[in-house]
């Protein structure tokens, strides 16, 4: 039997039902101890000097200050573990995603519309276990290195049919990386397939976050659409991801099936399916995350031709699945975070390149 000291959460929102429902939850679990609430961020910051918690859970729209203001300031001045509670509406959404590259490890949808309680707490337990295992060390606000394309060395005609595929796959902290891995990717680079967990009410946000910050089109995948050049797509909640190669390119299908590593979307789906569908026409990138989604997907690739890269221990909020690709053999090269686009560019055609 463990004796490990229980997982110390501190529960912050305006709500007093919320609350309620969040510290029911949570206190359901032996690993788990909810050690106090607050109704706002003053509140929040003198529980967070009194009680000292593990993890916290934020609410975005409060009184008196709001959640994102309050994110801000804790993680340039007191680098915690949070993680986003957020209502599934667009605007919502759209803020929890953005907490994400504030410094917020994860975010959760709050229990109302379809979101059932045992759903929500399904994701927050899981949530607060992962955020439990991150280095404080690793907990300061991202940096987002924007790596401008370089001119007049492009491969790729934009809005054509890609020949070659990018596939990327990421969990805890993959929000801010791929933030950064695709603002230093050229507005015609070639076809990207991403998958990155989160729960189904936020991937839409997400891909839009995206869409502002890159040179890249990026959306939410669709299900039948042909993959263009220039162009991001983003896995959809809930369902998987998977590539086909058809007469005029390839084509994205979404489909619904269990979980894999306990996540739909799955990497190693995709992965599996861009090895099937492309081999050697692809470069695949893992990124940091909890657990093993996309290390068996990155050997299939690596053995079907593709070059395959795994993000490296150092700049990683989660050294778990890159370090499981490397260690299965799955990985050609391994690079830090900012090396990861001249990587992707570097194998994918002479003459394309980022700056450097």
Not at 13 to 29: F, H, I, P, Q
Not at 63 to 78: A, Q
Not at 147 to 156: D, Y
Not at 221 to 248: C, F, M, P, Q, S
Request: hydrophobic share 45%.
């Amino acid at each position: 039997m463990s004796t490990r000291a229980p997982i110390r959460v501190l529960v912050v929102d305006d709500s007093a039902l919320v609350r309620k429902v969040l510290t029911e939850s949570l206190g359901r679990y032996h690993d788990i101890e909810v050690v106090g609430s607050a109704r706002d961020p003053f509140e929040a910051r003198e529980r967070i000097l009194e009680l000292a918690p593990d993890v916290i859970t934020l609410d975005i729209e409060m009184p008196r200050m709001d959640g994102l203001t309050f994110l801000e300031k804790l993680m340039r001045t007191h680098p915690m573990r949070v993680i986003v509670v957020s209502s599934v509406a667009p605007a919502s959404s759209a803020n929890a995603v953005r907490a994400m590259s504030l410094g917020a490890v994860d975010v959760v949808p709050k229990p109302e519309g379809s979101m059932s309680v045992p759903d929500v707490e399904r994701y927050l337990v899981r949530a607060v276990r992962t955020a439990a295992t991150i280095p404080t060390s690793r907990l300061q606000a991202p940096r987002r290195r924007v790596i401008p394309p370089a001119p007049g060395r492009r491969s790729f005609s934009s809005g054509t049919a890609a020949t070659r595929l990018v596939a990327i796959g990421a969990s805890t902290g993959g929000p801010p990386a791929l933030e950064t891995v695709l603002g230093a990717m050229s507005s015609d680079s070639p076809g990207t397939v991403i998958v990155q967990h989160l729960p189904p009410q936020f991937t839409r946000a997400f891909a839009q976050r995206l869409d502002g910050l890159t040179t890249m089109q990026v959306r939410e995948a669709e299900d039948g659409e042909l993959i263009l050049n220039g162009t991001a797509y983003v896995a959809a909640g809930g369902r998987h991801l998977v590539v086909r190669k058809t007469a005029d390119g390839f084509r994205m299908h979404l489909k619904s099936a269990p979980a894999v590593h306990h996540q739909c979307p799955a990497v190693d789906v995709l992965f599996d399916s861009v090895a099937a569908a492309a081999g050697p026409s692809t470069v695949a990138v893992l990124l940091t995350g909890m657990g093993a989604d996309g290390a068996r997907g990155m050997v299939a690739l690596r053995e079907a031709g593709a070059w395959t890269i795994a993000q490296n221990e150092a700049t990683s909020v989660v050294y778990g699945m890159p370090r499981e690709a490397v260690e299965a053999g799955g990985a050609c090269e391994v690079l830090a975070l900012d090396d990861i686009a001249a990587g992707i560019a570097r194998k994918l055609a002479p003459r394309y390149a980022v700056a450097q």
